[in-house]
Nanobody, 116 residues
């Protein structure tokens, strides 16, 4: 079965950096598009970034473009989200996600808090 496990969340100061990881299993990772979403306090879940399978095409929400970088390690079946120049509005629970067989799967989430 599909399993997604995020790690790397925590407290970071404004302007700082943090890297989230998502360990995956249960599907053909190399050929599968992988996504990051987030849910800020009192807001709905929103798209952050995606990396396509096979060709590694990237896309980002405008709010994180040029600050966040999504990448993948196909030897370890892990997808990453490198977060640089973080802002208070980046505070959220971050979710790794994959769409397989007509269903979207989610990890348990990783809390990221940006505060001085």
């Amino acid at each position: 079965q599909v399993q997604l496990v995020e790690s790397g969340g925590g407290l970071v100061q404004p302007g700082g950096s943090l890297r989230l990881s998502c360990a995956t299993s249960g599907f053909p990772f190399r050929s599968t598009d992988m996504d990051w979403y987030r849910r800020a306090p009192k807001k709905g879940r929103e798209f952050v970034a995606t990396i396509s399978g096979t060709y590694d095409n990237l896309d980002y929400d405008a709010s994180v473009k040029d600050r966040f970088t999504i990448s993948r390690d196909n030897t370890k079946n892990i997808v990453y989200l490198q977060m640089n120049s973080v802002k208070s509005e980046d505070t959220a629970v971050y979710f790794c996600s994959v769409f397989r067989g007509g269903k979207r799967y989610w990890g348990q989430g990783a809390q990221v808090t940006v505060s001085s």
